[in-house]
Structure formats: C-alpha cells, structure tokens
C-alpha cells in the first residue's frame, strides 16, 4: 500500500495501490472483470465522488464541493490482475495517509464504497432483479445489506438516530449525551454518516462504549450516492453503506434499526419522520412495536412542540401515540429506549422473526419507489384532509424530499434554477401549517445556507 | 436442539429441530422459499442420504448401505419460518446427539450438506450458469467452494491426499505418520473425507497440530453426491463440501491444493493419478509448479512400481517428470511437500495468482466434463499409443472412472448387471498392463469387495 | 529456537537454545539470577530428568529409563541475559525438534518443568514459607498452581481421572470410551499426565472436543519429581504442573477438581482412593459434594469388587456412600459425572466458594505431611480396626505408598534391596485382605514388572 | 453488581457490592485476610480517596477537593468471603454506574486502585524488601509494575506524554493532534493519568487508533497517592497504576517509556525533565538512546526557549544533545518519535535488553530515594556552578519537588503556612534564572491558582 507524495496545486496528495479486503478478496475473474468494466463506465464519475468523500472524510470542512474543487485531479481506477483487485488511487488526498501508507480506517471505507457500488451496479443492474414489487424491492435491499456484512445475527441493539447536520452546539453536544447514554447500555449506533446529529450520537456512544471496554461497536453510515457527497462519512463510521437511492436508504434504517431517535433537524429530518409515521400508521403495522423517540435540549422544545403541532394536523391524533417527544433528559431517552428494544426482542421471538432484518414491517410500493422531484410530480401531490394518513404520509414526505433536492441535490438546485420554485397544492390550514414549519427551518438555520435562503418551493392553498 | 430419544427397531432414534448457522442463517425470504422447494423435490433423496451420511459419520461400520438399512424410517425437512430456515430430523441416529443436543460439529457437517446441495439446486440449476464452457464450469467450482467459505486468504498450505480407502493396517498406520510430518510443518489437509488413506493424513496431523498449538486448522474433505454414502465424511472433517459431480470434485481438489500426496489405494486412485498428469503434461501448464509425490510403506513398494510402469508405457517417460516417489520416509515426503510448497507460493506472487485458487492451471473441457459410463461411452474409450499424452491420459482416466462404477456406484452396478461387464478396447501392451494393474488392485484387496470380485470390466486388445 | 542436528551413539540428539514464554518471560533481574542459581545447585539433576521426561514424551516406549540410557549425554542449562532466560539444551533427542525448530507443545511443557522447580526451590524454599501447618501446606499448593496459571475463574468442568499405568488394551479402550463421553459433554481432563488410564481419558476427551468445535480444552497432567521419570507427558497433555512430593501433588487433584474417576490401576491407584475416602470420612467433609465414580469395562468387574470388599473390611459400610461403582457404561458415568458436578456448583455458588480451588474440604496435616518410606515408618503403621476410618485411611495410604516406593522409586527400591522386604503389621483379617489385594495386583500384572515381581513387602497379622 | 440509588445531600448516590477481576480474583485466603486487614488499617484513607479520584473520573469538575467535599459520606470495605473478595461501596457517586451497575472501565480503575495498594502494603512493606538499595527499589518497582500487568513482550512502542495538567486551549488542542499522529503510527501513550497534556494525547490517540481499527491499544496511567486526587485518572485510561511516591513514578515512567514528549507545564513538568536529563547526563547511560522531545504550539515558543535557556545555564550546553525542541509540528514530532524508538529497539536488541522495561537505564540512589521537602531539605540543596551535571540536576529536581509540593501537597502547604516559604541558596545566575523561571511560570498560570499566588519559596543567591 505503499504510496508517494505529491503536491497538487496547494492540497498535498499521494499516488497509491491498494489491495482491497473484507468481501472484494475472493473474487472470481469473470467478476472481477464485470467490477474493472463497470467501475470504467457509468459508474466511474460516482465512484470519483465517493471515494473523494470517504478520502476526506474527517476534515475540518463539511463542505463537499470544497473537496471536488480542493482536488481536482484525484482519480480512481479499479484495475484486474490474476489474484484480484487493485485500486488504483492518482492525486488523492494525503490527509487519508501517514507516512505513504493509506489510513486503515479510510482504506475499509474505500473498500465498502466499491462494493455498494458494484453490486448495485452488477447484481441490482438491468434484469438482475425485480425492482418493481415490494418483495423483490425489499429483497435488493436485503441483498445489498447482507454483502456489506451488515446482517449479523445479535441481541437486538440497533438505534437509528436522525438528525440534522448543521445544528447548534448546544444540539450537538446533547445528541453526543445521549449517544453516551446508550452506548453505556450497550446499544450500536446507526446514522446517516454524516456531521451533526449523524456524528454526535456515534462520537458519545464510542466514549461510553471505551468506559464499558466494548471494543466491537458498530457505527454505521447508511448513505446514498445523491447524499455522500454532502455528507461525508464522519471519522466514527466503521460500517459504510451505500444505498442505490434515497427510498431503498429509508428503508434500510427502519429494516435495521430497533429502535429510532429523532433530533432536530430541517427538511431532511421531516422527510424522515414522515416516512416511519406513514408506515406506522398502517394497519398492517399496528401491532409491531416500534420505538420512537423525538429528543433535544430545553431549548429545542419549541422545535418539537411545532413538529407535533403539524403531524396531529395532518397525520391526526392517532399519530402520536407512535412516538414520544423527551426533552432535555439523554438517561431517560436511553432508559425509554432499552424498554422499547426489549418489547422489540420479544416480539421477534414470539414471531420468530430474525432479529438482524425487520421482515414484518409492511412497506407498500408507494414508499418504496423513487420520487423525481419534477415541478410536475410536486404539483401533482395530494395534500389534502380526508386521504388514509398513510397516503397523506407518502405525499408529506415527497414534498419534503422534493424540497431538499431543491435545495441541496444538483439535479433539483438545477431544475428550480431553470424552472422556478416548485409548487405545492393543499388543504390551506395544512399549507399554512407546512409553510411556518419550512419557515422556521430557515430561521433556526436548519436549512442548507449560503448566503441569503431563497426558498426553492412555493405553497398554495 | 433439544430432541427425544426413541427406538426404531434396532438402533437408538432421535428426532430433532435444528437451526442453522454460519451462512444458512441469513437468508432472504425468498432464498428460504427457494431452499424449502429444492429440499422437497428433486433434491430430497439426495438431502436424505448425504445428511444420514454425515450423521452417521465415525461410526464403526464403513458400510454405506448399512447405514441407509439401520436407519430405514430416517428422514429430513427443511422448512422455512419467518426468521429463516429449519431443519427437521425424524428418526435421525442417536449416535449424533449428546443428552439430546446434536453435536456441534455433526450439525455443522449437516449444514454443509444443505448449502451445498442448495447451492448445486438453486445457482447451478439449469439456465443460471453456463456450464459448457471451461470458463463457465471453473467459475461454478469457484462459486461452490466460496459459498462454503473454504476460500481463504492465506499462505499456501493445503496438502491434498489421495489414496485408497480399504487399504491395510500398515498402509494406514504409514498415511498417519506422514500426516503427523504435515502437520508438524504447519500444513493443513485436503481428502475425499473418507476413512483409510482419506482419514490417516488428517489423524496425524491432527496430532501433531495440537502439538504445535495449532487450533485453527483445516481438515477438509471433499465428496460428490455418488460418493458420499459410500465414503461416509470422517470425524475429523471440520469443512465438508459436497461437489455435483466427480470431475467437478477432481477439480476442486486441484485447484485449491498447494500439492499433492498419493498413498495406495485403488481403481479410484489410479483415476486420480492419470486426471493430474493428463493436466500436467499439457504444454499450458509445462511451467507451472505442482508438488505431486507418490509414497507407502516398504512393502507398498512394489505398488509403486507397478503404477510406475504403468505410467511410462502409457504416458511416456515425461510424464515421471512430474512426480517423485519416495518409499518409507514420512519426514521426507514432508520436507519435499514443504520446497515444493515453496515454489508454488513464489511462482503465484511472481503471477499474481491468488493463494487460495489455482487460476493459473489449464483444465481442458474433456477433462471437466461428465463422464457417463455407459457401455458405448467405454467401449469407444481410444486407449492406443500414438495421442498426445493428455488426451490418452484423459481416456485412461475415464476408464478407470467407468470402473469405479461398475464396482460400487448405483447407476454403474445395475448396467453391468444387466449388460455384463464393460468391454475396454486398446492396443495390446496397454490393455495388458491394464488388465495386470487391475488384477493387482483385486489382489491386494483394493477393490470394493464383498465376497468374491467379479470384474465388472474386460479388457480387449 | 534454531538447532543443529547431531548424532549422539544410536539417538539422533539436536543442541538448541530456547527463549521461554508464558511466565518466564518478565523476570526480574534478581529472579533470572536465582533461577539460574537453582539451576546449576542441587535442583540441575532433577531439572535435566524432567526436561528428559518432556523431550521424549509422546515416544513409543514408555520407560523412562530407556530415555535416560537412550540420552546419556543430554543436558540443559538455564542462562540469564539481559532480556531475561535462555534454555540451553545439549544433545536433547532429535523427535522433540522438527526440521531444527523445537515443537511448540513441548517448548511449553519444557517451559512448565522450569517454572515449577524454580517456584519450588525459591519461592517454596527454606524459611520462605510455613510448611509445618495444614493452611501453609495448602497455601504452597495454592501458589505453585497460580503460578502455573492453573487456576482460572470458570465454570466447573474439571474431571480428575486416576487409574494404572499399564493397564490391558481393553481397560485402555474402555478410558477412551469415557473420556469421550465427557468431553461430549464438555468436561476437561486432569490426570497423573502418563500413559494408561492417564492417556487413554485425554485421547477420548480430544476426540470429543474436536467434534464438539470446543478449541481451548484443558488436558492437564500432574505429577512429581519422583514419577515424572517413570511416567512422562503424554502428547496431549497441554498444562504440565511439577509438585514437590506425591502428598501436594495428591492434595492439587482434590482441590482442583470437581469430581474424580477411578479406572483399574494398582498400588497408587489404591492410595489415591485410600487417599480420598480418608478425607471423606472426616465429619467436616461430610456435607461436601464430590463425585466419585469407580468403572471399567466388564472384564474389569471382578478388580472393583475386590477394591469394593477391601474397603467395606477397612473403612466400614459408611465407605461406600462416598463412591459409585459402574460396570461398562460409558455414557451413565459421564452422565453421572454431569449430575454430581452440577451439585459441586451449587454447593459452590451457596458457599461462595471459588470454583478453581476446592477450599472447603478439610485436609488435615497427617495427609498432608510427606510420608517417606522407611522400614521403621512402614512397620510403624497401625493398621488395626477400632481407629477411625480416616486414620486407618491414613496409615493404609502410607502403607500402600511404600510399596510404590518399593517397586518403582530410586529411593525406595534402595531400601528394599539393602533392609529386605517392608514389613507391615496390622489385625489378621486386614492383613490377609491387604495381601489377596495385592497379590491380584500381581497376577492381574497391574504392579511394575520387568521379569519376575518379587514382593518389596511382607504382610505380618 | 446491582446496586441502590439514594440522594446523599445535593449528589446522587449508590450503595453497591463489586466482586473484583483481574489479579484480584485468584487470591489465596492468607493473602484475602491480608489485603483485608491492610484495607481496614493505615491504608483505609489512602484507599478511601484513590477510591473517590477514580469513581469522579471523568466529571466536568477537575478539583479534587470538590470531590470529598461532594461526596462526604462515600466510604469503602474491602470484605472477605470465602470466594474471594468483595468490595462495599457506600454513598458512591452514581456518576459511575448505569442503572445501578458500575460502568465496567470504572470498575477496572477500582481493582487497580485495591491491587496497587494492597501490592505496596503488603509486599513492600516493612522487611519484605530491602529499599535501602538501587537495585532493590528497581525491583519493587518492576514488581509492582509487573503485578499490575504493565509489563508485557511487544515491539516498543510505549511513548511517555509529560506537561501541565492546567494548560490552554490552544496547548491542549496541540498535544490532541500530537497524540493523533503517535496513534496513526501505532503507538500507545503513558502519562500522569490527569487532565490536560496528560488527557489531550491518550484522546488524540484514541481517535487515530480508531481510525486504524487497532483495538488493543493501551492508555497507561501512572499516579502516586499525593497526586491522584488532584489528577483523577482521565476516562480514557485503561491502565492505571498507582506508584508509592513520586520517586518510584519517576521511575515507572522512564524504565517504561521507550521515547518521552514534554509539553508546556509547570513546576512538576520541571521536575520531570530534571530528573530525566539527569540521568542522561551519567556516563553510565551516555550510549542509551532515549528520545526525548519538546512541543508546543508556535504561542509556547517563548516557554520552551526559557526552559532550554535554563537547562544550558545550569547544567551546560552538552545538555542539549539530549533533547531536541519542535515547534508547532505535530506530525515531524511523530515521525521524530518512530525514528527514535526505532533507535531504541534496534539498541535493545543489539543489548538482548527486554522490551518492556529498560533495564540498561542508570538510576543512582539519589535519584530513587525519596525527598522530603522540609525546610532543612530545601535549604540544603546545593545549587552552584561547578558540580557535576547529574548532581546538579538532582538538587534542582529536588528544587522544583519541593515547590510542587509547598503548592499542591497537603503536607507541604502546611509547612508552609506554618513555617513561611521554602529558602531556596544557590549561585546568582542561577538563582536568578530559577527565580524567573518561576515567575514565568505564574504569570503564564501554570502554577495552580486559587485566587493571587503567593510564592512557596524564596530564592536566595
């Protein structure tokens, strides 16, 4: 693995060979082959960002673009030879380096990057599978988790935390509070691996897991190729994943967590409590329990009291007896949250279902298929009272997702540039709820903020 | 685990629920519908007799046939439940339980024998893989061996054995010695899993590994579906594989073994001995290293020298090129392994092969394809001098496969009981040292014998 | 560890130097020099008998004298050097070496035997500790046993076997038998560490343990400076513990086991019985629990009812409540075994007793002080009915350990050669009891014989 | 270990029973009865405060009189049972437990605490060893180091970290990225156990080790007991070890640390590089390599330059060769570091010196023997030009010991109080550039302040 530095323009950078292992070392030629091919097509501008992002995952600056402009020449090359694989790495940052050699952290992380992507571009490819219907969907996801070594049969102790990226200092210490609390109750952490409320709960966990001399924790990063870019693994993550799309990613969190804890966040966080409400709301679902818990400082009340305010409206009163708002308390959130783990453990038994996948979670296709964002598809929603909450639900949460695409996704920032603000139809006292809660993002500055916020949607009544 | 004991006529009973691990323990919903449907179909004898096999396994009779009369109501499921598969025993032997719980490594054989019977069902059923091509058939035994999990990243130290499996006490005895050198130089072994020459290597070595403190060592045994009722997997396989059909089998063993160490045994042997340096003697694989030593006791020598002849009529002098005999002498049959051994790793890093899997070697499609033989496919056998050395090797070697056969496989049996014995054809000095090795094998009593042995072949000038 | 292979007359003998691990490896600099001090003093020719002993263990003859004849020109040496100890050997057999390197296995038995007679001649040496007291006495054995690393927090599961040395081929196959059953089981195996009944229970046990994926097993054998000679390592043993004199190495079998098996043996087999029944008889054991069971195969019946009558005469009915006797069942005595031990662990667990040092049983000081057999201290015993049955246990112990002193030990033979036969005294009925036993001892072959036995002892009412 | 939560004043509190691991578990009842006795005799105190330091460990407060005064009820027992031991805690802060369990870090910090103070009472007290000499004070500490399980054969890579315990923002931050690139090149850190630059370089490390996915990595504490309570062991240590007194420390550290790194510090930083540069400066260890290494970020510049000005007045420019200064180089520090070590591996090595604890070092007795700082001893010191090097140096350490203690040290603050402040006689120069060393060292508030510092010491040329 040994390298050699270089200076690229002002950013140190190494040239490297790397040998991967850990699933990419026993490979038969003919897929080695297939890797070399699609890693050289379609799949190779994805595979330059990512493995950009996990190279400079750690830096003091979260800002993905500075790492496309900080190094421009960086390239990756997965070449074939008899024995395997090797990763070529040209004008890579040498902050994943020390003394030539690539950081073994980082490395792993490489080696994951490559993986997800191959197999989302070999085994999830064209024809591979049925991606069409909720069980072959549901099946990709298992298929793609199992090959990333996720799925290990263990007491359940998964806790998905969500969270925004850029909170406040007092947000983020309290989430590396409660990461402290459950990780001295022995529970993994899973977030969506980047800075923020996907780096705190990971960074107290890791603190208490030290204390309790637990060396094997788990902190995984499930991330998407739209997203990684933006949210760079934090230097926690020790299991990546990349999901094909943000849908699959959803459903990877509520398949593999236990458990789920919500922190303040911005449009992304609604999108996600939205999403798990829509199918707790299911009948299907009633029964299955489910733990979760929406948490922050004193002074994040607000935030919640307005967040509830807005599912009773919409999603009605029933809603809320599917979480639990705590605030200001980390060792009651973890207390709460080991009660709830331990009804999950039993139902799973009682069930016999597989504690490392939840197969009874009924996900209907409506949740499952990407939504593209078009000035049409987010005109076409149907916010309206009357609909099955869970319908309301799904369109909430496309609405949400259209606007952070909008945002902060380049083929939404683009078409909103070109097209103008999205327009969203609805019952008014919604619109109205919908409109103050996106304004009180941009206030509290949960939204993404470079210079003045101009909003990329438009709500009408 | 827990089971009941019970009495079915004679032999003590046991029924039992087993779960399984390591692999078959997460599976997608639709793998377990998949293995539940192969495990009651086509594939349910076959599931039948490799489990009752393996359960069998160390018992004092070699007898398959016994075992299948002993246990005549036995009998396994698998079926599905929500967290995944389980495995039905009813009326299995009492002798693979302990106080009711099977024993760890009996079930550990047990799942082998399901991954992989599943694993030739479902990835190499029909349409799934191109299996007429070279490449095709290499990446199923590839894909096979993977899934097992026999394919590690390690230094090269897999010795294969070869070698009769009713040979005598002193042959034994001598194959034990010899694993006892193996092992005390840290190489692991690789045999049919049989018991005599299959089970003496692994018994030495093991000895001689606990010696070193050496606890992680792999005893593995290779069989096919025809084989296994026959030669029963030993007590001291810790990784069981069972390969779909005997050329496939061939294959394994020469594409994982780092060497090759032949002691005395039969038809059966010879075959093994004329498939390796029918592959030797192609010009493809003129340069590549290959450990092959031949070895018995002193009064194994006249064995040797038989087969020797035998070789260099047929094969021509080049062919002792590539194998060396050495009688008597386990510390240096170690020691030759070990250089040999040596070589073979220098040549992959010099290749960039891997360690694991013997890419390098050229295997033919004749010598990978099924043979089936019928009386015609025999009779057509081109056993004259004048072919280049592999092809008449790879006639030879499906010769003695016919004969194999005719004295102990079922299909085989029942034609030549029908159609009385196979009719070889063949130049006369060949067909004389075949018909003279032949009857040296039923002298020593190295054919499969139960009562008087009726040749179940003749051999015509 | 390199060596250089030489031959000494016949042997072929290697010279090597040895850099010691596990406990030998961080000495201080006072302690390399007093072991090296020990070392070349008075301990040297104990030390160079026992590294003989360890150096040829595992060969085909069993007689320890054969070894020392075989290697007259063996020596060892232990060096200091500022890192710590060098083992030098010279002309040490060439069986203990593979290809220059020193087996791992027998590094660490060569290791043990240094370990424990340095602990003895420093730490147990004049004036270091109390020797005159039961609890100083316990604390020695104590001590040296943590020092060997013996002593380890976990479940009970350790089974002490005591039986003979040269014991038939059946009573061999039948030990094995058993020690499989309770390795099934997971038991591990503590013996006198020869061959036998003191091999025959490992070997089993091994087999089991394999079979079980069970790869941390303990085969421990315990011995002393007087029988190491005579009864070497057996190759399976992996902890050697060396004790100064037969009644320490007696009373580290009670303390550390957790239930005891009794195969035929002779003499010693009998004072290890004598031995232990004489503690049971004590009120203050009464209420202990402690698993013993006395088995053979069939043919064995008749040498358990003589034991059985002899110690009903001597110790009286209420003997035989402390032991089972279990005719050729294999699978009941492991059972058995099974059910007593899980009573030591409660029994434990309400005392709050450690489970690795048997504590609570009372060991009074006439069985602790070292007997030595001289003619006036075997005709001083007082073998008489009326004692209480642990004193006559006592004195019977003493009687029949002088007459293991009389057929195999250097100082005893001795005696026996310079004074005539001991001579013991005791009430008629006793006596005749005493000599039927061990002339059946005699016939059945089970007393050391090189030619023909001539009594070491004369039986007097 | 369950325990039961009270409210004891403001701060909660717990009852608990802990049963040690970890050496504490395989005791012999003497050495139990021993340890009990000590425990409830002249160590209780002692005992009482470790116990507290270790229990607040961790806690936003670093004042250690906040501590007892927090917890004024909190006691514990070390009891016997006849398991072993068990220790009662009574009023202990819930800080340390997770639902009524004590975190298991913690818990390990406790037994080390028991175990190095039970070592001291008992096996170096009074007789036991002779600590008159320079090798038998070597030995008690190798002892004590080696009973606390410190000293273990691996490549050296131990790097002692030295400096203030009350540094600035800017300082920590430097020692964090100094411990981040030792940990990215596999070393492990030894230091005070405090905060600070004895908290900064384990949490630098501790992040690198876990981006290199090395999960055994060491944090090694070494306290004394004047000290501890004022330096709680930070929460990242996952060794600690309580050294008697400050001399023994002294030596722990530099028989330990294969290479030593200074931050900015105070007094008792002071006191550390005299005492080290003054064995460097025997001739007896002239050919030692030992790399010693002082940082700080570029605002330290200014200290280091006094320091080394001071250390060129006092002890001469040939001082020099022995350390070297980088300034604001995080990463040169560590490949400094490797080079040296490097250095001392091959040395060692050359020397057949352990690994673990640098025998080869020189010690003289007056470096070893403890100073206590009465006003005579102060007054005493000879500090003039014209001494031999080490001899200086060994005054000054005394110098700085004295006033480390007349600050920090309940003793010494109450001689002086009661006898004024410590008059320190030496040349001018000297005196004055101590004089203003000191001065520095107050104005930059590196002596510990509460309220205006009154100096515990005049200088007197």
Redesign the interface.
Known sequence: MAGEIKASRAMPVVNARIYP?GGL??L???EVARLKDASHGGMHDLLRRCALAVLTS?SASDDPRAAQELYPDFDIQVLQ????VRIELVNAPAMAF??GEI????A?LLFAVVRDLAYTAIELGEDAVDLETT?GIT?AV??LL?NARI???ADPNLVVCWGGHSINRDEYDYTKLVGY?LG??GFDICTGCGPGAMKGPMKGA??AH???????SRYIGITEPGIIAAESPN??V?HLVIMPDIEKRLEAFVRLGHGIIVFPGGVGTAEEILYLLGLMLREENADLPFPLILTGPTASAPYFEQIDRFLRLTLGEAATSRYEIIISDPEKVA?RMAEGVKRVREH?LA??????FN??LEIPLEFQQPFVPTHEAMAALDLHHGRKPHQLAADLRRAFSGIVAGNVKEDGMRRVEEFGPFQIHGDTDMMQALDALLRAFVEQRRMKISGQYRPCYEVLA
């Not at 030879?81 to 395997?84: L, T």
């Not at 030290?210 to 094997?216: D, I, V």
């Open positions: 292992r070392d026993v038969s030629r003919e750690g030879q008899d024995r395997g020390v003394d950081i073994r952290g980082i792993e069980s099946d298992f298929g199992r799925l290990q049969p609390e001295l109750r890791n603190v030290a204390k309790q001399r637990r060396y094997q230097p926690i020790n207390r799973r069930q016999q279902d597989s504690f490392y197969w009874s």
